[in-house]
């Protein structure tokens, strides 16, 4: 299956496989002032919280100083994850026709995990009829480094999921270099954005200097981790590259490549989507007033930009 879905392009990438047909651009999906204007019915609940709030008085100057970031922060909480489902594809879509229509492109990273059955709805009408496609570029914010047709591969769930049901052209898909070590697939990665910022393509923050993609869809794990980025593990601490990797993930398979925490708080808007109430301790950490034995990755999640967490009933139980 993998050869067959993706082929080597240089620098830095492999991308998916053969050409499908561009699409319109979105048209229905409403922006006011650059903000997503969602309908009033739709059956939510919103909470306004402080970005200081889980750390404590443990956090070290740099973790409060992700907290501190200025961008805006919300918790939507739903009845049901198919309610989420239903919203985070409006959220998508409108960040789309935004990007689309002030720059010509669409920079969308994404997580493995249940992530990609949330985004299920962009696959239907009338989002895979209207969605800009053909301007879209697709990243993984974290991807084990095992064969594309292994059931581990955040690529194969994302092709599986999304990418096989939506005309997102080939040359914009970019899945690592699976035939390298862990650390080459990393600096391939990583190679791969550069130039791609060096086309104009991906943006640099002016405040870090690193890439800013435009949105990063998240999930989160039940010990908090974020991407490949585990609680207690030195590679949360990780400030100069851009991509990294790991050879002792705690949650096999033990080879990965990860953003770091600084490209991630780089972006211009981020969605943590997380259900289930075996996630409801870490959201509660995040989020509430629950403190930890030791600062989880998800609490240093702050954006230059926006922060919208997607929450159902049980991932909010705690809260």
């Keep these: 299956m993998a050869a067959s879905l993706s082929r080597s392009l240089s620098p830095g990438f492999h991308r998916l496989g053969e050409s499908i047909r561009p ?17 009033s019915n739709r059956r939510s609940v919103r909470i306004t919280y402080s970005s200081k709030s889980g750390l404590g008085t443990r956090a070290s100057a ?12 919300q918790v939507e909480v739903f009845d049901s994850e198919e309610e989420l489902a239903v919203e985070l594809a409006k959220y998508t879509a409108a960040l789309s026709e935004k990007f689309v229509t002030e720059r010509g492109a669409f920079t ?34 974290d991807e084990r480094v095992v064969p594309k047709d292994d059931p581990e591969s955040n690529y194969k769930l994302a092709y599986d999921g999304l990418l096989s049901k939506v005309p997102i052209p080939p040359g914009q ?13 990393a600096e391939d990665y990583e190679t791969g954005i550069k ?3 060096s086309n104009g393509v991906i943006p640099l923050s002016t405040k870090t200097g690193f890439p800013k993609f435009d949105v990063m869809l998240l999930g989160m794990g039940p010990d908090g981790h974020v991407a490949s980025l585990f609680p207690g593990h030195p590679l949360v601490n990780e400030n100069k ?19 770091t ?3 991630i708080n780089s972006s211009a808007h981020i969605a943590l989507v997380v259900c289930g109430s075996g996630k409801a301790g870490p959201v509660q950490a995040a989020l509430g007033s629950g403190e930890p034995a030791q600062v989880l990755p998800v609490q240093l999640v702050s954006p230059e930009g926006d922060l919208t967490w997607f929450l159902d009933k049980g991932a909010a139980s705690k809260l």
């Design 108 to 141: 969308c990273v994404v997580s493995g995990g249940s992530l990609i059955k949330s985004l299920r709805k962009l696959t239907e009408k009338p989002y895979v009829e209207e969605v800009a496609w053909s301007k879209w570029h697709v990243f993984w914010v």
């Design 261 to 263: 925490l600084p490209v």
């Design 195 to 197: 130039h791609l910022v």
């Design 23 to 39: 699409t319109i651009s979105a048209s229905q999906i409403s922006l006011r002032n650059g903000r997503i204007d969602r309908p």
């Design 173 to 185: 898909v970019y899945a690592i270099n699976d035939a390298l070590s862990p650390e080459g697939a």
């Design 62 to 73: 740099a973790e409060k100083m992700a907290a501190e970031r200025s961008g805006n922060r």
């Design 241 to 259: 590259k851009w991509v990294t990797f790991i050879k002792d993930s705690p949650k096999p398979p033990p080879n990965r490549i990860t953003f």
